[in-house]
């Protein structure tokens, strides 16, 4: 079941989007489950319910807590909720790609029922994606491993150490070469450095040869690298 929250301060585009959104699911057959939220603050009060929401539509002008403010607070509770922002002006491209937002979306655009649509195509395929798994053969032991546990595999002394999100363990080990994983793990991740390949679903910054996860790790990237990585992590973004 796909859970979606809609927060936003004006009652009319609240249920307009709403709509869409049914429109959508039930032309697609999925089974669903969507909220709403009339402002900024009702929503946080979930805190760590934030959690549940695969994705989350929010308005960027609201009374007493902003839409940014609000993402940058999600962020706190949920690293890997989709966050598409519904605005009438265009104009926090660079505040919304450090709450990693996947979507802006135009209010007043005469194709918002196309653009939601393209919208939810994008991500609910990299949420199907997400659900990928492989058997890996750790020196812990060998088991099956969600592509969306892996934060970034690290490459040191001749074995490979995969850093981990929500495992019985922080850090697994093998002995492997960092190329022959990078083709298994596919084009969710990014060969930053000779030593690094990481998920782009957990950087939530960039800046010149540096970036930084959602965890606060820092990892060096390469000189030759840094465009390709940059374009990388904005295509994996979406059309912003």
């Not at 301060?9 to 699911?25: G, N, P, S, V």
């Not at 940014?68 to 890997?80: D, G, N, P, V």
């Not at 709450?99 to 991500?123: H, P």
């Amino acid at each position: 079941m796909f859970r979606i929250a809609i927060c936003d301060d004006e009652a009319y585009f609240l249920q307009y989007e709403k709509r869409l959104i049914i429109e959508y699911m039930e032309r697609c057959g999925y089974d669903y489950k969507i909220d709403s939220f009339s402002s900024g603050k009702e929503l946080l009060e979930l805190k760590e319910g934030i959690q549940q929401y695969h994705i989350l539509f929010l308005d960027i002008y609201m009374e007493e807590i902003d839409g940014m403010e609000t993402a940058r607070q999600i962020r706190r509770f949920s690293e890997t909720t989709y966050l598409v922002f519904v605005t009438a002006f265009v104009t926090y491209a660079v505040d919304g790609y450090k709450v990693n937002a996947s979507r802006f979306l135009l209010k007043l655009q005469g194709n918002l029922n196309l653009a939601m649509k393209e919208c939810l195509d994008s991500i609910i395929k990299e949420i199907e994606h997400s659900k990928w798994k492989h058997c890996f053969g750790f020196i812990e032991g060998s088991f099956e491993v969600r592509l969306k546990n892996i934060i970034y595999v690290e490459s040191r002394l001749h074995k490979l150490i995969f850093h981990m999100k929500g495992m019985k363990l922080s850090k697994y080990t093998m002995y492997e070469k960092l190329d022959t994983i990078e083709t298994l793990l596919g084009e969710d991740f990014c060969r930053i450095h000779k030593s690094y390949l990481v998920n782009l679903m957990y950087i939530y910054n960039m800046e010149r040869y540096q970036m930084e996860l959602y965890d606060g790790t820092y990892l060096n990237i390469a000189k030759g690298k840094y465009v390709d990585v940059n374009n990388r992590f904005i295509s994996y973004q979406g059309n912003i």
